[in-house]
């Protein structure tokens, strides 16, 4: 269903993890097996925006929470067909793409003095360990990306996995205050090399990352909203500041999600989806939402439906999100808001986090192109916050906000919202994980694969 990027790709240290077995008997005198800090940071980059959060496994996830439907009838991936080969791109990204050779930027940057280099390696494997784990459980790391002197790595707790998530980037923003004049410019294709945005991103991931586990088993709401508000303070402060990537839009260097609602796919928005910004007269509904080619009219397909329709019938995501040039949002201001309010309600109130909860969707309003009159109107219509109805509403409009994002998973799982229910045909309830895959199971066998979709992770607490 997903290309693999290659563009951009001068240089990618396809080293193994240590999940995965192979043996490489040729050296290729025209490909590099080494290289600089400045020629391993862009094309780990685009596959995190490209794989990571524009991917299969993004994908997938966008289905469970019923954003997306696929216009076939059941079984298929919308009513949660998935067998463990389904995911064995996706595991290969994250270790053998994405967190190797950020390790081998790291090693290099700290023995360059390029710490620099070194912050941004440790905040961007924070993010990636962050979303793997939030995706499969326990996973790898202790023991893990050691190439061929550990093949078979031991499963690390994923309580373990999120104290890593939290040491790595306080040690990323330790080598920004350092100080290091070596920054990155055009090779950095996020921020081109501003560390104040860096630093703004680790300490917003910090607070992403404590919120997590407000109802993990050993863990209170209070003190992890205390942890997400004082980290907070120092995270993004506008849009500006926002973790995202936007797709040159030449052939082969395509947003990722102009490749996910494509014909082959069948993707279309589901019901769910659409209905919602109908029935709330959410003003973001031409911003998000493309009306259907045949009828003009924004029309979503119900997931699980028996029979295919016209796909020109159906709605797609506006170029805002599918545009063939369009952006990747990983992280957002709008997103830190919305943790802020969210952490504000549980230490002080329904009150207190009203302005910063209504600041949130001004936020991402205001990003997509609402005008300020109708951002009032929609504000006045969704009411004031309660004690009944916070945590609810905040996550309602979170998930409006972060549309295809891998947090809307999450924040499913760790709250209730948004409401839902299996869709019909079925064939299990709504899956809480993905599975491991088959690649990793057939080479490194641990207890922790025979997991199912409906299993929960540790910090999916009921």
């Known amino acids: 269903m997903k290309k693999i990027s290659i563009y951009i790709m001068g240089f990618v240290l396809l080293a193994s993890s240590g999940c995965k077995k192979f043996i490489d008997v040729n050296t290729d005198p025209n490909n590099a097996v080494d290289g600089t800090e400045a020629t391993i940071l862009p094309p780990v980059e685009i596959a995190i925006a490209d794989e990571m959060y524009g991917g299969n496994a993004a994908f997938i996830v966008q289905n469970f929470m019923q954003t997306t439907a696929i216009n076939q009838p059941p079984p298929q991936i919308g009513t949660y067909l998935e067998i463990n080969s389904d995911l064995d ?33 440790q905040i961007l494997s924070a993010l990636a360990l962050g979303n793997a784990t939030d995706l499969w459980g326990d996973i790898p790391y202790s023991q893990a990306l050691q190439g061929t002197a550990n093949l078979s790595p031991v499963y690390d707790k994923q309580e373990a996995i999120y104290n890593d998530i939290q040491t790595l980037l306080d040690k990323g923003i330790a080598d920004i205050n350092a100080g290091t004049t070596t920054v990155p410019s055009g090779d950095d294709f996020f921020y081109t090399g501003d560390m104040s945005k860096w630093k703004m991103l680790a300490y917003s991931l910090k607070a992403r990352y404590y919120m997590h586990l407000t109802k993990a088993p050993g863990y209170t709401a209070a003190a992890q909203a205390q942890l997400a508000l004082t980290a907070l303070t120092n995270a993004m402060q506008s849009s500006d500041d ?113 302005s910063i909860y209504q600041s949130a969707v001004t936020a991402h309003m205001t990003k997509v192109g609402v005008a300020t009159a109708d951002i009032t109107t929609y504000l006045s219509s969704r009411g004031t916050l309660t004690a009944a109805n916070a945590e609810q509403r905040i996550i309602e409009e979170k998930f409006i906000s972060n549309y295809l994002n891998l947090e809307i998973f999450n924040d499913w799982r760790r709250t209730g919202y948004p409401t839902m229910v299996k869709v019909p045909n079925a064939l299990s309830d709504i899956p809480r994980r993905v599975l491991y895959p088959e690649i990793e199971i057939t080479t490194n066998a641990q207890p922790q694969q025979s997991a199912i979709l409906t299993d929960r992770v540790w910090w999916d607490a009921k």
């Open 242 to 354: 926002d973790l995202e990537y936007i797709f040159p839009g030449a052939a082969g260097q395509t947003n990722p999600w102009y490749n996910n609602f494509n014909q082959v796919s069948t993707a279309v928005i589901s019901s769910d989806f659409v209905d919602t910004l109908v029935t709330r007269n959410d003003p973001r509904l031409s911003k998000m939402v493309s009306p259907s080619t045949e009828t003009g009219l924004y029309t979503g397909r119900q997931i699980g439906a028996s029979a295919p329709g016209d796909l020109e019938s159906y709605s797609y995501p506006s170029s805002f999100y599918m545009g063939i040039g369009a952006g990747v949002y990983m992280m957002s201001y709008s997103e830190t808001l919305f943790l802020k309010a969210e952490a504000t309600y549980i230490v002080s109130g329904y009150a207190a986090a009203q």
């Open 89 to 121: 791109g996706d595991w290969s990204v994250y270790y053998n793409t994405v967190l190797i050779n950020l390790k081998i930027m790291n090693t290099k940057a700290v023995a360059d003095g390029k710490l620099n280099y070194a912050a941004i390696a």
